[in-house]
């Protein structure tokens, strides 16, 4: 494994971008030393091409959900193909779920995307599973949520954009925050300074793949192996070694994910 691994806690190599190589992909993702990944879904049927994958290969691993830009009423047979796939070993949370008002401007909708989350954290919540959540444009409502339906529930809170304030609201209820490629961006004022005062064993490292490459890899297709630029800005913010951040982020991937 060289002299450190990482996780990249949150990509999607079922995305269809990713259709003609994704063996190279996680091979350039191992020689870079990720040597776990976690392929999250954003509808039945990109669990379901998660779940293929993460049997494929070794050292991936499947999130299952619907994220909230697929946001519609959730159906009892929803619920037994999600419920299904939790038995499977390399199924390791409910995710991506959330809510994201940025594209989203109307309330119906937005309450549609409410309901969903709500639903997929109870759903977390009986199959002991963690939650990867996507919060855009959405803090409050997410925090609430969070404090009302997600107690119990171990959670991450995938690219966290909020505040430092937010951050500590979402740390003391034993969240996880995960940071991607903006986080290398020029106007990542806030996003910095969350990373910097932050504790360390709550912080993760994604890469999103294969939306936001991190600096210097942005405007190409981003994929696993770029993680080790996330790493290496929270390095240079922390003022550690590249290696300290790869042991803490891992300790804390497996922590969170019950990875193997």
Known sequence: MGAF????????????????DVADTVARARAAGVTRLINMGDTLESSAQA???????????????IHPEEARPLTAADDEQLSAWAQDERVVCIGEIGL???????????????????HQLDLARQLHLPVC???????????????????????????YSGSVEMAREFLRL?????????????????????????????????TDAPYMAPVPMRGRRNEPAFVRFVAEKVAELRGLTLADVARQTTANACAIYGLA
Request: include cysteine.
């Open 133 to 159: 959540i996507h919060d855009r444009d959405a803090h409050a409502d997410t925090l609430a949520i969070l404090k009302r339906e997600g107690q119990g529930i171990p959670a991450v809170l995938h690219c």
């Open 100 to 118: 994201d008002y940025y594209w989203v401007k109307d309330e119906p909708t937005r309450e549609l995307q409410r309901r969903m989350f709500i």
């Open 5 to 20: 691994e990482l996780v990249d806690t949150h990509t999607h190599l079922n995305d269809a971008k990713f259709a003609d």
């Open 174 to 206: 034993g969240c996880y925050l995960g940071v991607d490629g903006p986080l290398t961006f020029k106007n990542a004022a806030k996003t910095v300074n969350v990373v910097r005062e932050m504790p360390l064993d709550r912080l993760l490292v994604e």
């Open 51 to 65: 779940i293929v994958l993460a049997h494929a290969y070794d050292g991936l691993y499947a999130g299952i959900g």
